[in-house]
């Protein structure tokens, strides 16, 4: 794909910035419908707060683009589809185990990870908005609802 788009870009048909910004612009209401679809369905069925629905809403769709944008970054460093595919696995996976989900505590060394891990941060807005966690609590560890 990025061959594609640079020999279009060399010979001056567009540029680059422009192929990103309407394929963005393109995924977009795709990436809105499909979960907003997806939230009206389950958010109710699940029997969660009905006054935090938009802000939970917006929280999941901020994530979405979220990942849609690494997709992209991804897609632009790569030449290789399936150099692109490997790396995106791995980073993904690598997300969500540094990401607070499977390591109660990480160590000591790995203790930043789960700053730059936009699939813990998405899931402490959700917990917020919610209302599982203390208005000043910060750390998933104290704010995990129990199942």
């Avoid at 929280?59 to 683009?65: E, M």
């Avoid at 897609?75 to 290789?80: K, R, Y």
């Avoid at 813990?120 to 959700?126: A, P």
Wanted: glycine content about 6%.
């Amino acid at each position: 794909m990025l061959t594609h788009c640079l020999s279009y870009s060399a010979s001056g048909w567009y540029r680059l910035s422009a192929y990103f910004m309407a394929r963005t612009l393109a995924d977009v209401p795709i990436d809105i419908v499909i979960p907003t679809a997806f939230e009206c369905i389950v958010y109710w069925m699940v029997g969660l707060r009905a006054t935090a629905f938009v802000q939970h809403l917006l929280s999941v769709l901020l994530v979405v683009l979220t990942s849609n944008s690494l997709g992209l970054l991804i897609s632009a460093l790569s030449n290789d589809l399936k150099q692109a595919q490997a790396f995106a696995s791995v980073l993904t996976l690598a997300l969500m185990l540094l990401g607070g989900f499977y390591l109660a505590v990480p160590a000591w060394a790995l203790s930043w990870s789960r700053w730059v891990s936009f699939i813990n941060q998405g899931y402490s807005l959700v917990v917020k908005v919610l209302g599982f966690a203390p208005a000043g609590d910060c750390a998933l560890s104290d704010a995990r609802p129990a199942v």
